[in-house]
Each structure stands twice: as C-alpha cells, then as structure tokens.
C-alpha cells in the first residue's frame, strides 16, 4: 500500500516538476514558491537527490542584494495568477514579489545534507547555500525587530503563509483599502470560493502591496510604515529551527563565523519567543506590534512552536493542547481551533489541516521525546491522502479534499512520512 502511495505522490513531484523548480499546483500557483519549493526538495530527495539540491538552489538565486529572499519567482509569464509582477512592480532582472515566506530553507539544507548518498555533491551544494541562507537570517533581525527584542515580525499576510488565519482580522482593521487599484482575482477561477479568502481580505492584501511598492521595496522603511506587523510564533519557530540547522552545519563544514553568529541569534531568538507564550490558552499567541497587543486566537502558528527547540515543559504543554484538539476533530491539526466563533473548517488556513503543518509539529514532537502523538499526526495524514488524495488542504471534520489537487508538497511530505516509516523498519 505504502509503495502505491510513494509512486502516486511521485508522479505528483515529476508532474509539476518544470526543470529547476516545481510549481505547487499547475493553474492555482504557476510559479515557483519559496517555503514550497525547500518542503518539495524533502521529498524530491527519496527520488532524485540532485534534483532536490537544484530545487533550493534555484530559490536562492533570487536573493535579494540585501538578503530577502522574495515569496514568489515569476521565472515565466503566466496570467492564471494574481497579482503578477506587474503588480508588484519589484523590477528584478527576473520578477519576484517583494516580501518573504516562512525560510525553512535552513532546515531542509541539513535534511538534505544528513541524508546524502552523493556526499561530494551535497557538500558542495551546502557549502554554496550557508552564506546566502545565513544572510537571509540576518536579514529577519536586522529588518523586521528594529528594537532589537529578538523576534522578527511579518508585513504581510502572506509572508507566514497562513494567509487568511483568524489571527490577521483584528489587526487587518488596521489596513486601509482606499486606492486600491480594481482586480480580477484568479485564484477563484481555478479553487471553490467558498475555500479561499474573502473579498474584503484581498483588498488589504492589494493595499498592502501597493503600499510597499510606493516606497519602493526598501526594507529599511516597511517594517516601519506597515500598518500591519505581527510577531508570530509559528514564524519566529521556523526561523530559529533554520538558524540552528545552520548554525549546526557550519560547525560541520568548519565556518566558525557563521556557527557563532547563528547561535548568538538562536540563544536570543529561543529567549525571546517565550515572552509570547500564553498560560491560559496553553500555546503561544501572535503578538501584534502596533495595538502592543497579544492576538487572542489558537491557532497552529502558536503550535508549530514545537519545530523549534523550545524548553520541555513548553513542548509538554502543547502536546498537551493538541490532545485536546484532537478530541475537537477527526484529523489532527486543525489550522484553528473549532472552539473559536471564526472558525471556517473548510476555508484555507481558518480551520482546515495542512500535511506541511503536521509535519513539522510531528517532527517537534518526536524531537520533545512524544513519538506517539507524532504517530498519530502521522496516521491522521496519511488517512487524509488514503481517503482523499492529494489536496492542498482538508476540512479536519470530513476530511474532505479543498483547494487545489494534486498538490507538490502535500505528495512531497507523504513520502517524507512513509520513507521516514520504511528507514526505520
Ligand atoms: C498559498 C499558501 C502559501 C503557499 C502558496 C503556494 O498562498 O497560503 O502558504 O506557499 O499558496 O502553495
């Protein structure tokens, strides 16, 4: 059965597969996506190690000189998407967006570096990324946390990938829509409407983009003219799991220089992420930098937290509310807690489970020592692809398949799963 569903998720990887980078879905996303495309090298990696190297490579290659590295590559025309480079107005010898996405680069780099048969090649490729992956970190503090509290914040929506979450309304009231040029949307052409963000969320995201655009892509003016900063755990988490990975393989590759300023950044980082912890909720909460006000919403930003080496009893403590969550649903982790009033089980990150998700809180736990709820996440995904493919989300009531189909690191995390499963048999 495994082996069936490692050649379907295969097929899925070779299908959108266009070269040097794989888009997540033809149609609904035509080009290359940052936090996708270092998921997708994980699983690409059980195929075709070279492969999977070219994957982050491409992706780095984009680097911004200040070192962002940018949320979208538009290596090519298509109008099946907006809003496209003309939009964003980014001027780059070839168009990204302006803003960033959760940089788990780091982490997948050593994934990919620990599990190499072709050591030559991963040393070399390992050797190239570092600098530019440690530059990108950088970047975080030195652009988004100018008080220097050790938590880099989001400008944007899109930039924690959870682009609709409950936990942006409150602070969405913030952002204007006036002036927002007219749009067609296209994501609504090519995914059920009922399954994607709303009209009045896609004004403010225009908005915001139009708004950074005027100030012409300069990070050292976003973070401070942004109507809209949030400082989220589940971002913070995944940037300072990256930032130890690297901090790890620079040790291994003797760049000491990176080793001991990565670990300067991670000890802060870890310290930091703690003042957003919340005991009454049992997870951490986003905090939104301009109402100095903690974000009052369960939602997984504060439970994927676990990727990162939090102290024990924080990871006990979430493994203890995901238990509870649990009993909620019928597929571990929902992306909200059903017990809040906004919660939408079948609209994109409001409710539904992400196989992305689950991996990275499951690989938290085994890492905390609970292999057995890691198991169970593990088994609630792998039902979700038995019962409904290989969708981009699903309702974690029914199951049922939502979004886009046959969706790159949805295949890319079921193999991660499964060989995981077969390296240990
Ligand atoms: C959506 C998701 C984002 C993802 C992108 C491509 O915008 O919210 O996290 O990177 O699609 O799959």
């Known amino acids: 059965m495994s082996d069936l569903i490692i050649q379907k998720a295969a097929e899925i990887l070779r299908k959108n597969d266009l070269g040097t980078y794989t888009v997540p879905t033809h149609g609904l996303y035509p080009f290359q996506w940052n936090w996708d495309s270092c998921l997708t090298a994980l699983g690409q990696a059980y195929i075709d190690e070279k492969r999977a190297w070219i994957e982050i490579d491409t992706l780095l290659a984009h680097q911004w000189e200040d070192g962002m590295v940018p949320h979208i590559i538009f290596h090519k025309e298509d109008d099946g998407y907006f809003p496209g480079p003309e939009i964003w107005g980014t001027n780059r010898p070839t168009p990204t967006s302006g803003i960033t996405q959760p940089p788990v680069a780091g982490f997948a780099v050593q994934r990919l570096f620990e599990r190499a048969s072709d050591v030559q090649n991963a040393e070399a490729k390992a050797r190239h990324l570092l600098p530019k992956i440690h530059k990108w970190h950088k970047w975080f503090y030195q652009n988004r946390d100018p008080e220097n509290v050790g938590l880099a914040a989001i400008i944007h929506p899109w930039e924690t990938g959870r682009d609709n979450s409950i936990d942006w309304d409150a602070p969405f009231e913030n952002v204007p829509t006036d002036g927002v040029v007219p749009f067609q949307r296209r994501d609504v052409q090519h995914a059920n409407p009922e399954h994607r963000p709303t009209e009045a969320q896609y004004q403010r995201y225009i908005w915001l983009v139009q708004h950074f655009r005027a100030l012409g892509w300069d990070n050292t003016k976003l973070h401070e003219a942004s109507p809209f900063k949030i400082v989220d755990p589940g971002f913070n988490a995944i940037l300072l799991r990256s930032i130890r990975a690297i901090a790890d393989l ?22 930091a992420l703690e003042t957003l912890w919340s005991e009454k909720h049992g997870q951490y909460l986003c905090f939104d930098r301009n109402s100095g006000k903690a974000i009052e919403k369960r939602s997984i930003g504060g439970l994927i937290a676990l990727f990162a080496p939090i102290p024990a009893p924080r990871a006990a403590a979430l493994a203890q509310t995901i238990t509870a969550l649990s009993e909620r649903t019928n597929f571990l982790v929902a992306s909200h807690d059903p017990m809040d009033a906004e919660f939408d089980a079948k609209r994109y990150w409001r409710g539904p489970v992400w196989l992305i998700v689950n991996y990275m809180i499951a690989d938290g736990l085994i890492n905390a020592g609970n292999t057995a709820l890691a198991a169970r996440i593990e088994a609630d995904s792998l039902r979700l692809i038995e019962e409904s493919g290989f969708a981009e989300y699903y309702d974690p009531f029914s199951g049922e398949p939502c979004g886009g189909e046959q969706f790159t690191w949805t295949a890319a995390m079921v193999i991660e799963f499964l060989s995981k499963e077969k390296d240990v048999a």
Not at 250 to 267: H, P, V
């Open 250 to 271: 620079a040790q291994t590759l003797g760049e000491t220089e990176i080793a001991r300023e990565s670990t300067a950044m991670l000890d802060r980082g870890i310290g």
